[in-house]
């Protein structure tokens, strides 16, 4: 049984979030907390497996009670968000602080209903009480294990990319925001080749996200739109609620998602395109997350003999997508943390 307790400063939303948690049986709610001492307490004393966190209460800031709880029992956080670009960018600062996950509240008129906030909820917590701790480990580089050997590749690869140098896809979910960071942290600023982000996050999300990313990295980072050019030595960020493609030309495309897309936007769509448009030029990098969102895509990469790296999965907050592409392709070229993965592509756009 999972133990969870919620923090809202609404008793409504309490006892609503506690209907949604506990209806499939798997998670008892074991206490609410309606502002940020109450929440401290209540952490202390129950110490619950799933915290769920409205950084929205009396108080306190609700990133400072992020880091007072950082200090206390361990408890993994999914945030409750609002929907505004202010909020998301809260959010994201929430994510490097070392929650696990969010969810959108609802509200009128906002791109989420009951129905799917009911079933987002209870399968976050589910997932947050099975995730592996979120640390930042700023400056510390872990031992790297040995580059895993590719199997047999195809005996004639496509020829590189005639603009750019190489391009590295960057694909992440549940833990990819501190990952990301991480890895971009130790890309220098002269950093040669093209990237391009693509994390599973909602269209008010990506803005502040890129913006996030390009307080920290040492190279300029946006938002992508449509007729953008590949540039090196930029990273553009998928927009949420499309699908980037890179068209032959090495313009960005972004198209509409099909309804029954899973994923908005799908990193199994960019790395295709890259694949078919780099060839062995393109670089793979998947990174925490939870489905198998960018197997694919990889396997594509690997294919067209471009390079293939995952996230070490031990290190990852949910390791289901390293372990899928690894699966997937039957073979990378390095397995590592993502910012051994950062030394890494930054000495390979050195050479």
Request: glycine fraction near 10%; charge should be neutral; charged fraction near 20%.
């Amino acid at each position: 049984m999972i133990r969870v307790a919620i923090a809202d400063d609404s008793p409504f939303t309490c006892n609503l979030l506690a209907s949604y948690v506990e209806e499939g049986g798997d998670c008892q709610v074991v206490g609410f907390a309606h502002d940020a001492a109450a929440t401290l307490d209540l952490v202390q004393r129950l110490t619950p497996d799933v915290l769920t966190l409205d950084l929205q209460m009396p108080g306190g800031n609700g990133l400072d009670l992020l880091r007072q709880l950082a200090a206390g029992p361990p408890v993994a956080i999914v945030v409750i968000s609002g929907v505004t670009r202010l909020a998301a960018a809260t959010t994201l600062h929430a994510l490097e602080l070392g929650a696990v996950d969010f969810v959108l509240k609802y509200t009128p008129g906002a791109p989420v209903s009951r129905t799917s906030l009911k079933r987002e909820i209870l399968a976050k917590v589910k997932t947050a009480a099975a995730a592996q701790p979120a640390v930042r480990r700023f400056g510390i580089v872990a031992p790297a294990p040995d580059a895993v050997p590719r199997a047999a590749r195809p005996s004639i690869r496509r020829p590189v990319a005639a603009f750019g140098r190489q391009i590295v896809i960057i694909g992440a979910s549940t833990g990819g925001p501190s990952a990301i960071g991480e890895l971009m942290e130790q890309w220098p600023a002269e950093f040669g080749l093209t990237c391009v982000i693509v994390q599973h996050l909602p269209a008010t999300f990506t803005a502040p996200f890129a913006a996030q990313l390009a307080r920290h990295a040492r190279i300029p980072v946006k938002e992508a739109v449509s007729g953008d050019l590949l540039e090196p030595g930029r990273a553009l960020v998928a927009p949420g609620s499309s699908h980037l493609v890179i068209r032959p030309n090495g313009v960005i495309e972004l198209r509409p998602p099909n309804e029954h897309d899973v994923h908005r936007p799908s990193i199994d769509v960019t790395m295709t395109s890259a694949a078919e448009v780099y060839g062995a030029s393109a670089i793979g990098v998947i990174l925490t997350g939870m489905g198998n969102d960018g197997s694919e895509g990889l396997k594509r990469i690997r294919d067209a003999g471009g390079e293939c790296y995952i996230q070490e999965p031990a290190s990852c907050v949910v390791a289901s997508m390293p372990e899928r592409a690894l699966e997937r392709t039957g073979g990378v070229d390095h397995i590592g943390r993502p910012e051994r993965i950062g030394q890494w592509l930054a000495e390979r756009s050195r050479t």
